[in-house]
Nanobody
Framework: VQLQASGGGLVQAGGSLRLSCAAS????????MGWFRQAPGKEREFVAT????????NLAEAVKGRFTISRDNTKNMAYLQMNSLEPEDTAVYYC?????????????????????WGQGTQVTVSS
């Protein structure tokens, strides 16, 4: 399984970006997809996650009301719509996928919960 994140760029505060994550490889049917971000000098942090089948979502408090995660199962794509961007959102954004297992938690918010990672896409928000 390979993940390819795209859609990052430079935007002014208050602007919007839509990140995309394309999955390829063998039959792709994860249990969860996630978005994480990592700012310079900081640890990678959880942003959002979505259940691949049911579509239930969970977002970090810092982005609730501004970001939306979605997926298109037919295209093996996941998206992160980011509105009202703030300079604090500046980071490299990574998409991740979790393999399906015979057990499942309500949400997965830790980097160790995910099996596959994309290469990251830079988001820079200027003030």
């Amino acid at each position: 399984v390979q993940l390819q994140a795209s859609g990052g760029g430079l935007v002014q505060a208050g602007g919007s970006l839509r990140l995309s994550c394309a999955a390829s490889g063998r039959t792709f049917s994860p249990s969860d997809m996630g978005w994480f971000r990592q700012a310079p000098g900081k640890e990678r942090e959880f942003v959002a996650t979505i259940k691949w089948r049911g579509g239930n979502t969970n977002l970090a408090e810092a982005v609730k009301g501004r970001f939306t995660i979605s997926r298109d199962n037919t295209k093996n794509m996941a998206y992160l719509q980011m509105n009202s961007l703030e300079p604090e959102d500046t980071a490299v954004y990574y998409c991740a996928a979790r393999e399906r297992r015979n057990y499942s938690a309500l949400y997965y918010r830790m980097t160790r919960d995910y099996d596959y990672w994309g290469q990251g896409t830079q988001v820079t928000v200027s003030s």
